[in-house]
């Protein structure tokens, strides 16, 4: 990733949304060179020089004051998720690459623990994934669930992948348009994370070359943070599908999360959970019983 090119995109796109109107600024009429706000504008809302945004704007956050990023932030009207993509590009532009590159990186396999946790939540489809949506394991109901995503042909799953480049995704997810664009914010913010992060850099660079769908959506620069929310899916052995999500960070395994999904009580879609986890129930183990001398 080009961390400047980054960051001049991200404040640009960020700047071309907000009008006049919206940032309580007067608008005096008249034909507007520029979508959104001037530099100029953004300036004066965040209390800096015109040339100091401008050197900002052109992808020169090095040595950038939080309290200025901040100010951006309020300027700008950016969410909690830009906001933190905003810091975290910043961190990368003030980080040395070297040591960026040897940082500390999810494990590519889950811990026993993690597993065992996985299978024990029986009636909840589950699984985990790091920050580039590879799915690293998932309990039976989780596969079941999810039965096109992990009848895929990579070894580890991926999610974009799926979503993009695999046309059963767009079978499956009845929010297809939605749920892609999320992805696409979610892989965006994981750049401005790890932007040294070699397999992301080719994931993204392959999506882009082999979706145009991907490349159009990537060029918005939207991200997004990954904790609740609802899916909709057409299960070929259960029809549709709605279950409300969480997603929450494995704390001693920085960089994976665990989602797990639900449904409303007494409802279709329980019902056709429930038939899911009775056809991957691991049956009992038979074991023959002991007889004593004499006894039938």
Do not use: C
Request: charged share 25%; net charge positive; proline share 6%.
């Amino acid at each position: 990733m080009n961390n400047p090119a980054e960051v001049r995109d991200f404040l640009t796109t960020r700047r071309a949304r907000i009008t006049p109107e919206r940032a309580g600024l007067p608008d005096y009429g008249g034909h507007r060179r520029v979508a959104g706000l001037r530099r100029e504008e953004v300036a004066l809302l965040a209390g800096v020089s015109v040339d100091y945004y401008t050197r900002l704007e052109r992808g020169n956050l090095t040595g950038v004051s939080d309290s200025v990023l901040e100010a951006l932030v309020r300027a700008l009207h950016l969410d909690e998720a830009e906001r933190v993509h905003l810091f975290d590009l910043a961190r990368a532009a003030n980080t040395n690459a070297t040591s960026a590159r040897g940082r500390r990186r999810p494990a590519a396999q889950l811990r026993p623990g993690v597993q065992r946790l996985l299978d024990a939540m029986s009636m909840a489809p589950a699984y985990v994934r790091n920050g580039r949506l590879d799915v690293l394991g998932a309990n039976a109901l989780g596969r079941a669930v999810f039965a096109p995503l992990f009848d895929t042909a990579a070894r580890v799953p991926n999610m974009a992948r799926f979503m993009f480049l695999d046309p059963a995704a767009q079978a499956f997810y009845v929010d297809w348009d939605t749920l892609a664009g999320e992805v696409v914010a979610l892989l965006r913010a994981e750049a401005g994370r790890d932007p040294y992060d070699k397999a992301l850099t080719e994931l993204i660079g392959e999506l882009s070359t082999r979706s145009d769908v991907f490349r159009t959506w990537w060029a918005r620069h939207d991200v997004r943070l990954h904790r609740s929310g609802v899916k909709r899916l057409r299960h070929p052995m259960v029809g549709e599908l709605t279950l409300a999500y969480e997603s929450l960070e494995l704390v001693a395994d920085p960089g994976l999360r665990l989602n797990a999904y639900t449904t409303e009580p007494a409802g279709p879609a329980e019902e056709a959970l429930g038939l899911l986890a009775s056809w991957t129930a691991v049956p009992p183990e038979r074991t023959t019983p002991r007889t004593t001398r004499g006894n039938p």
